[in-house]
T-cell receptor, first 107, second 124 residues
Framework: DIQMTQSPSSLSASVGDRVTITCRAS??????LNWYQQKPGKAPKLLIF???SLLSGVPSRFSGSGSGTDFTLTISSLQPEDFATFYC?????????FGQGTRLEIK | QVQLQESGPGLVKPSETLSLTCAVS????????WSWIRQPPGKGLEWIGY?????????NPSLKSRVTISLDTSKMQFSLKLRSVTAADTAVYYC????FGSGYYFGRRWFDPWGQGTLVTVSS
């Protein structure tokens, strides 16, 4: 199985901050990499697919980049509604696997 | 807009079979993959498996011996059966539509949307 490792596991930031979350794959996944946001008690929601494509309706302050084994999710200016847990997920090989999550908290 | 809704027992006894159904509304089941994903309390996400609208399925090897996913397009639903459950199978179970990219995105796959999730507890 492809292991997905996110860093950091948790992060404290303030409204207006620029935040970057990293996801590393144990082998190349090309651009078969997606990002999800999960708020407490809710289902995950897709933010970015194919490493860098923003889902329609997702605010443009979210962006994704990377290819191969190293990927980043960037939030350019944090808003109060962005505080949540973020997961990366590879769809290059079955079984699909997720990172352990990055919890973004208010400072 | 496609919506998914899980249903099924919230409590299952050890060694019995967990059975859940996902109802699909607002769109067609054709040409999509339909997945189950679970999340133990306070932990991360684990993909269980998918079924294609044609009926072919693919499972996570870690669960393959105990899992069956089936589809009923006439009822606009798909189902999960997980046999011989233990406490380790306690989790929120989500159903999700899996999109297979085309054109520039050919081969890429992602989950959207997800159901709201249903907590299944395994306990006697």
């Amino acid at each position: 199985d492809i292991q997905m490792t996110q860093s950091p596991s948790s992060l404290s930031a303030s409204v207006g901050d620029r935040v970057t979350i990293t996801c590393r794959a144990s082998q190349s996944v090309s651009s078969y990499l997606n990002w999800y946001q999960q708020k407490p008690g809710k289902a995950p929601k897709l933010l970015i697919f194919a490493a860098s494509s923003l889902l329609s309706g997702v605010p443009s302050r979210f962006s994704g980049s990377g290819s191969g084994t190293d990927f980043t999710l960037t939030i350019s200016s944090l808003q109060p509604e962005d505080f949540a847990t973020f997961y990366c997920q590879q769809s290059y090989n079955s079984p699909y696997t997720f990172g352990q999550g990055t919890r973004l908290e208010i400072k | 807009q496609v919506q998914l809704q899980e249903s099924g027992p919230g409590l299952v006894k050890p060694s019995e079979t967990l059975s859940l159904t996902c109802a699909v509304s607002g769109g067609s089941m054709s040409s999509y993959y339909w997945s189950w994903i679970r999340q133990p309390p306070g932990k991360g996400l684990e993909w269980i498996g998918y079924i294609y609208y044609s009926g072919s399925a693919n499972y996570n090897p870690s669960l393959k011996s105990r899992v069956t996913i089936s589809l009923d397009t006439s009822k606009m639903q798909f189902s999960l059966k997980l046999r011989s459950v233990t406490a380790a199978d306690t989790a929120v179970y989500y159903c999700a539509r899996e999109i297979f990219g085309s054109g520039y995105y050919f081969g890429r796959r992602w989950f959207d949307p997800w159901g709201q999730g249903t907590l299944v507890t395994v306990s006697s």
